[in-house]
């Protein structure tokens, strides 16, 4: 059925030089392939596709992406349950919201130097005379790069669920959903944190107390809300789960700096 369409599609069509597919390979003549049926004709990228492509980021952003964000600001639990359920019409993939909450967060941390917010510019001097390589190597891994190394909490986090869930309806891929929208919500929350510390250095010692603060009520609303479970045993496996995610950070950040240290200073 399909070999005789596809050639009579290819006869109200121009005659022109034979053409490689782009998709199989063979080569053809005319506007589609008549070995699979792809279209043969190269498209250029115009002006207006690209500004169309523009204009259709920025209103998924503005469609989308506020959806998502009130429904896990204001309701997560169960923004979370109707979108594992298939209701993912207007919301954000759970991954791309993560990313572009973490890109902004990246972004206003790298901007504004937030790492040394808080110390003035002598003492920055004197910690980098004295600090080894490995140290100064150490330093500007995390810089770069530590919000990436969050991506870790989410194995650990759906190990513990799965363990201390077991009754738990959901399977790895939805637990794991689960924790990606929340913690793309926390970059949004570290965002803030980081802006006001921007205003007030001061508060930036502060910072990481909230933002546990604000991690341990993330794992408390997705044990009690999403998960059914009776607040005093969620409460505990929060805090417990919460406990496992800062030990395996703590390894893998002590693990990554021996190996700095065997690179640099031996």
């Not at 954000?92 to 504004?112: G, R």
Request: charged letters at 15%; a negative charge.
């Amino acid at each position: 059925m399909q070999s005789k369409s596809i050639p009579l599609a290819n006869q109200y069509t121009q005659q022109g030089e034979t053409v490689e597919c782009p998709a199989c390979g063979h080569k053809d003549t005319g506007s589609f392939c008549s070995a699979c049926g792809n279209a043969l004709q190269h498209k250029r990228i115009s002006l207006k596709s690209l500004l169309g492509s523009i204009l259709d980021f920025f209103s998924d952003i503005e469609t989308n992406y506020v959806h998502t964000f009130k429904g896990l600001l204001f309701r997560p639990a169960d923004f979370i349950a109707r979108y594992i359920r298939g209701e993912r019409n207007e919301s954000y993939i759970p991954f791309k919201y993560f990313f572009l909450n973490l890109s902004i967060n990246f972004f206003v941390y790298t901007k504004f130097d937030i790492a040394n917010l808080a110390e003035n510019s002598f003492d920055v001097e004197v910690d980098q005379l004295v600090q080894l390589k490995s140290d100064i190597v150490f330093e500007q891994l995390i810089d770069d790069y530590g919000s990436f190394f969050s991506l870790l909490i989410i194995p650990v986090y759906v190990i513990c669920n799965k363990i201390l869930f077991p009754s738990s309806k959901y399977n790895l891929a939805e637990l794991a959903t689960a924790i990606t929208f929340m913690m793309g919500q926390l970059m949004l929350l570290e965002v803030a944190i980081n802006l006001i510390s921007v205003v007030f250095p001061g508060f930036y010692h502060f910072s990481r107390i909230l933002v546990m603060i604000a991690e341990l009520g993330i794992l408390f609303v997705l044990g009690y809300k999403l998960l059914k479970d009776k607040w005093y045993h969620a409460l505990w496996k929060s805090g417990l789960t919460l406990a496992i995610i800062f030990l395996v950070m703590r390894m893998v950040l002590m693990g990554t700096q021996e190996i700095l240290v065997f690179m640099y200073d031996n």
